[in-house]
Nanobody, 118 residues
């Protein structure tokens, strides 16, 4: 069965960095675009970043452009989110997602908490 397992969340000070990872299994990873979503308390889940099957194209939410970088390693079935210059407003649960359109296939990771606080 499809599994998406995130890691790398935690507590970081404003201006700091974190790298999230998602280990995927149960499907042919190289055939699917992947994305990261996040959900802050009291807010809707929103798309943060997406990457095509080959990694040749990426897109980002305006709020994270220039600070976050999504990448993938098709040999290891992993997708990463490098987050730099973190801000308080980046605090959220971050979810690895199969595909780009919200819940297109219905598969999500369990989520990893990112807290930006001094």
């Amino acid at each position: 069965q499809v599994q998406l397992v995130e890691s790398g969340g935690g507590l970081v000070q404003p201006g700091g960095s974190l790298r999230l990872s998602c280990a995927a299994s149960g499907f042919v990873f190289v055939n699917y675009a992947m994305s990261w979503y996040r959900q802050a308390p009291g807010k809707k889940r929103e798309l943060v970043a997406a990457i095509t099957e080959t990694g040749g194209s990426t897109n980002y939410a305006d709020s994270v452009k220039g600070r976050f970088t999504i990448s993938r390693d098709n040999a290891k079935n992993t997708v990463h989110l490098q987050m730099n210059s973190l801000k308080h407003e980046d605090t959220a649960i971050y979810y690895c997602h199969l595909g780009t359109v919200y819940s297109i296939y219905g598969y999500w990771g369990q989520g990893t908490q990112v807290t930006v606080s001094s």
